[in-house]
C-alpha cells in the first residue's frame, strides 16, 4: 500500500480543560487514514518546545490555535505531502527547517508535533501494524506499570489541595496490566469513600484525582496507604507510591515555598522532607523534587536518595536530548519523564528516550493535565520499552482512554505480554516497615 502523505488537514478542537487544541488527519495515497490531537500541560517547564497560541485575539481568552492550525494547513501541508510517511525521521526534519527555530516557536510545537503524530499513526495503517509495533519494532512485548494519580494537588487543583502536584499509586506487584488497573481502580474508590468519611471534599482536579483541602503534603501519603490497606492490598508490597510535587511551580528565590504548612524550605531542608517521606511512606518514585533551574538541589537530592529510589526530571530536561544529556554528565538524577509535546516531534522524542535508556536511565511516558483521548501515548510506552507510564486517574475518559488501550495491547500479545512490574524502575522497589 503507498505510504505517500495525499492529504493533511488540521482543525481547532476542545481538550479536558475546555481549551483549544490541534487536531490533524492525514490520509495517504493508498488509502491509509489517521487523525491524531496534540495535549497541552498547565505546570510547564520553562525549556519547553512554544505552544502557538492566539495570544493577540479575543476568541477563548487567547487560547485560540487558529494561526497553529493555519501553519499546518498553508505551510506544513504543501512541504510534506508527497513524502514517505514511513520516513518519520525525514518528515520530522522538513518540520523543523520548515519553522527554522531553535524552540519550534514559529509554526508551533503544537503544529509540528500534531503532523508528526498522525503520520507516525498513518504510517502503522498503512503498514497494517499496530502503532506499538510499527514505532518499536518486534520485540515490543512489555506492559508498562500504570502510575495513577489519585490525589492531585498544586496547579493542577488551583492551590486548593496539596502543594504537591500529584500523588500516584503504582501496582507494580500485580501479575499482568490488567489486574494493575483494576487494583487501581479499587484503591481510587476506597479512597473517595475514606474521604467522604473523613468529611473531606471528593471534588477532583484536572487530572482526575481528588483534590481534598489536605493541611500538609504528608497527609495525601497518610490517605492514600490506609486506601491501598482497605483494598486489601499490602502497602509497598502489592503497590506503592509515586509522587510528582512539580517543585519549579513553588521554588521562589532559593526556597521551596510550602504554602499548605506555612514553611518556606532551603533545598538542603527540601531533601531531607523527601528522605522522611521516603523512609516512612511506600515511595518509590519522585518526580520534579527540586525545581527546574535548581541544579545544585537536584545533586544534593540525587546525592541523598538517587540509589534508593527513581528519580525522574521532567522540568529541568523538558523531554530534550541536550538537557539529558547534560543532566547524564551532571548526575541530577536517574530517570526522564518523556512528554512528545515538550520536544515536538516523535523523532526528538525517540532520540530523548534512547539517550537517557543507552546510559541506563529510567524512562517515564506521561500525558499532560490538558489531555484530549488520543492515546498515543499508551503506544509510545510498549514501544519504546519504558517500563511504565502516568495517565492521570483511573477514571475520566481523556485519562482512561490510555489504560484502556494498553488493555487492548495487552489482550493482543496474548501470552507475549509481559506486565513490567518491579522491573519498571532504574531502583527496584523495596519496602520494609
Ligand atoms: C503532567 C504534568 O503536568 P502538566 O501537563 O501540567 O505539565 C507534569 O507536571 O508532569
Ligand atoms: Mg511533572
New binding site residues.
Given amino acids: 500500500m503507498s505510504s505517500t502523505i495525499s492529504t493533511l488537514l488540521a482543525r481547532e478542537i476542545l481538550d479536558s480543560r475546555g481549551n483549544p487544541t490541534v487536531e490533524v488527519e492525514c490520509q495517504l495515497a493508498g488509502g491509509a487514514w489517521a487523525r491524531a490531537a496534540v495535549p497541552s500541560?498547565?505546570?510547564?517547564g520553562s525549556r519547553e518546545a512554544i505552544e502557538l497560541r492566539d495570544a493577540d485575539s479575543q476568541r477563548y481568552r487567547g487560547k485560540g490555535v487558529l494561526r497553529a492550525v493555519a501553519g499546518v494547513n498553508d505551510s506544513i501541508a504543501p512541504a510534506v505531502i508527497g513524502m514517505n510517511a514511513a520516513d518519520q525521521a525525514a518528515i520530522d526534519q522538513r518540520m523543523i527547517e520548515l519553522d527554522g527555530t531553535e524552540n519550534k516557536s514559529r509554526l508551533g510545537a503544537n503544529a509540528i508535533l500534531g503532523v508528526s503524530l498522525v503520520v507516525a499513526r498513518a504510517a502503522a495503517v498503512a503498514k497494517n501494524e499496530p502503532l506499538y509495533r510499527s514505532l518499536g519494532g518486534d520485540s515490543t512485548m512489555r506492559l508498562p506499570v500504570p502510575h495513577m494519580n489519585i490525589l492531585n494537588g498544586g496547579v493542577?487543583a488551583h492551590w486548593q489541595g496539596a502543594d504537591f502536584?500529584e500523588f500516584m499509586i503504582a501496582p507494580y506487584g500485580a501479575a499482568s496490566f490488567r489486574q494493575a488497573l483494576e487494583w487501581g481502580s479499587e484503591v481510587y474508590h476506597c479512597l473517595l469513600d475514606l474521604l467522604e468519611e473523613k468529611g473531606m471534599s471528593v471534588g477532583v482536579g484536572d487530572e482526575g484525582g481528588f483534590a481534598p483541602h489536605v493541611t500538609s503534603n504528608e497527609e495525601p501519603f497518610e490517605l492514600i496507604v490506609e486506601a491501598i490497606s482497605r483494598a486489601g492490598l499490602q502497602p509497598g508490597k502489592d503497590m506503592g507510591i509515586a509522587c510528582?510535587p512539580?517543585s519549579s511551580e513553588f521554588f521562589e528565590n532559593g526556597c521551596y515555598h510550602l504554602r499548605r504548612e506555612e514553611r518556606h524550605l532551603e533545598p538542603e531542608e527540601m531533601v531531607a522532607y523527601y528522605e522522611k517521606l521516603t523512609t516512612a511512606y511506600p515511595l518509590v518514585l519522585l518526580?520534579d523534587g527540586m525545581g527546574q533551574d535548581d541544579w545544585p538541589g537536584w545533586k544534593q537530592l540525587n546525592a541523598a536518595l538517587g540509589e534508593r529510589i527513581e528519580l525522574v526530571g521532567?522540568d529541568v530536561f523538558c523531554t530534550n536530548p541536550k538537557l539529558i544529556a547534560r543532566g547524564i554528565e551532571e548526575q541530577i538524577a536517574n530517570a526522564v519523564?518523556i512528554k512528545l509535546n515538550q520536544i515536538g516531534t516523535v523523532t526528538e522524542t525517540i532520540s530523548a528516550v534512547r539517550l537517557a535508556q543507552d546510559h541506563g536511565w529510567g524512562t517515564f511516558v506521561?500525558?499532560?493535565?490538558g489531555e484530549t483521548v488520543d492515546s498515543f501515548i499508551a503506544d509510545l510506552t510498549v514501544a519504546m520499552n519504558a517500563g511504565h507510564l502516568k495517565s492521570g486517574a483511573p477514571a475520566r475518559g481523556e485519562r482512561v482512554e490510555k489504560y484502556n488501550q494498553l488493555l487492548r495491547i495487552e489482550e493482543q500479545l496474548g501470552d507475549a505480554a509481559h506486565y513490567a512490574g518491579c522491573e519498571a524502575y532504574v531502583r527496584r522497589p523495596t519496602f520494609d516497615q
Fill in positions: 500541560g498547565a505546570s510547564t493542577h502536584q510528582d512539580a518526580e521532567d519523564l506521561s500525558h499532560r493535565s
